[in-house]
């Protein structure tokens, strides 16, 4: 015999389809999240603490296949350099809720591979943890383009602050940039008018906020 149907009030069936809207609305929500970071130009995944490949957006995907450095390996995020893989596992089972960690593993052939990651859920090897990766030469043209942006530089000054930020004296960019020293020197004293800044150090001080924004 089946049993009898409960009945519920009317505020009762109201919180019954304001709950079944709100989870609609959140499965809409996580699909158009979803959506979004796959469209992220920055690779994206999640993994857990023995870097099993959870999820992992295009960019992803493109730049494991890429670098020479990174493979899919049966699910499982690998690095060719075995002390290098260890750094990285390290780092994922590291991480914490509130804090974002970060390695740089040199590349066979020119910079690093920035990888940052952040825990999601659980602890362990068991939990989730949110990562994306960079090359270093492809974070250094985002973020001084940022910069670039900001302060009106000219596409030479913009050359001229790469150099700097390399660490390169006025005589160093020069040479690069095939111009004469007083030149380069002109270039240097526009940045720093640009920028509100006197020296290198109040330099690196006033771009570093366009650092982390990359």
């Not at 999240?33 to 603490?49: N, T």
Request: aromatic letters at 6%; hydrophobic letters at 45%; proline letters at 2%.
């Amino acid at each position: 015999m089946p049993a009898p149907k409960t009945k519920i009030n009317r505020r009762q069936r109201i919180a019954r389809d304001a709950e079944i809207g709100n989870q609609t609305l959140r499965r809409r929500d996580d699909h158009l999240l979803l959506a979004w970071i796959e469209q992220d130009r920055r690779a994206r995944l999640l993994v857990d603490g023995d870097l099993r490949i959870l999820w992992m957006n295009e960019a992803a995907r493109t730049d494991i296949e890429a670098f020479p450095e990174l493979s899919n390996r049966g699910n499982f995020l690998a690095l060719s350099d075995g002390d290098a893989h260890a750094k990285l596992v390290a780092l994922v089972r590291s991480c914490e809720f509130d804090v974002q960690r970060s390695i740089c593993i040199a590349r066979e052939e020119d910079g690093h591979v920035i990888f940052r990651a952040q825990r999601i859920t659980g602890s362990g090897s068991g939990d989730t943890i949110g990562m994306f990766f960079f090359h270093s030469a492809t974070a250094a043209t985002v973020i001084n383009s940022l910069v670039l942006q900001a302060f009106q530089l000219t596409p030479t000054e913009h050359r001229v602050l790469l150099g700097l930020a390399e660490g390169m004296a006025a005589d160093a960019v020069a040479e690069k940039l095939k111009i004469s020293l007083d030149t380069a020197r002109s270039h240097i004293r526009h940045i720093y008018q640009k920028l509100s800044v006197n020296s290198r150090e109040e330099m690196f001080r006033r771009i570093r906020p366009y650092l982390f924004s990359a």
